[in-house]
C-alpha cells in the first residue's frame, strides 16, 4: 500500500508554504513509486493562492482518500478556514487515522481550532506567535523552524516547511533516503542577508 500524503489547499493559501512539501516528498518518491501526494479542498474549482497561483485540487473532502500524512498550509486564507466547520471535521476525522498530521505557519491555527494541538508543543510564523499563544491550549514554542510532539509537527514561517517535510521523510524513510532528497533539491539554505 502506498504512503498517502494529502496537503489541503484554499483561497489565500502561501504557495511556499503547499508547494514546498509537495516538492520534498515529490522528490522522497523518484525512484521509488510507493508514496501518492494529493491535493485536498472544500470545494473542486481551482483555489487561488496568496500571490495569485490557481490550482486545481485533486479531491474534495468527501472523495479524499485515507492519509498517512496530512500537510496544513498557512497564509491569508487561514483566518476563513478556522471559522469553516467542515474544513476543521474533516481534519479531525482524517487526523484520527493519519501517521503525521503537519502544519506550515499560520496552518498550526487550523490544527489549532480542530482541537489537535491542545496539551503540544507548537509553533508558528514569528509574526503570529503572540497571536497563537492568546488563544492555544498548547505550549508555543520560538526560535525553532520545526517543532515535533507526538506525531504533530508544526514548522515556523513559510520555507521552514521544507525542513519539516524532510524531517518527517527521515521518520518514514530513514535519515539517509532524507539527507539524498535534500541533495536531489539542492537544499543548502544560504541567504544574502542573515541575521
Known amino acids: 500500500m502506498p504512503l498517502s500524503v494529502g496537503i489541503l489547499v484554499f483561497d489565500g493559501v502561501d504557495e511556499l508554504d503547499f508547494v514546498g512539501p509537495l516538492d520534498v516528498f515529490g522528490a522522497a518518491n523518484w525512484g521509488r513509486d510507493d508514496m501518492k501526494i494529493v491535493t485536498i479542498a472544500n470545494r473542486r474549482d481551482h483555489v487561488r493562492g496568496v500571490n495569485g497561483l490557481k490550482v486545481l485540487p485533486d479531491h474534495h473532502f468527501s472523495d479524499a482518500p485515507q492519509l498517512d500524512v496530512v500537510i496544513v498550509p498557512g497564509g491569508l486564507g487561514t483566518d476563513e478556514l478556522i471559522k469553516c466547520e467542515a474544513v476543521l471535521e474533516w481534519l479531525r476525522e482524517t487526523a484520527k487515522s493519519a501517521r503525521w498530521i503537519c502544519s506550515v505557519c499560520t496552518g498550526s491555527f487550523v490544527l489549532e481550532g480542530a482541537g489537535l494541538t491542545e496539551g503540544r508543543r507548537i509553533t508558528t510564523h514569528s509574526g503570529a506567535i503572540d497571536q497563537l499563544r492568546a488563544i492555544t491550549l498548547g505550549q508555543v514554542v520560538e526560535g525553532q523552524r520545526y517543532v515535533v510532539d507526538g506525531n504533530v ?17 527521515g521518520q518514514i524513510y530513514g535519515a539517509d533516503h532524507a539527507k539524498t532528497v535534500q541533495g536531489l533539491l539542492e537544499y543548502y539554505p544560504a541567504p544574502p542577508y542573515s541575521g
Open 153 to 169: 509537527v508544526t514548522a515556523a514561517g513559510v520555507s521552514a516547511g521544507i525542513d519539516m517535510s524532510l524531517w518527517v521523510i
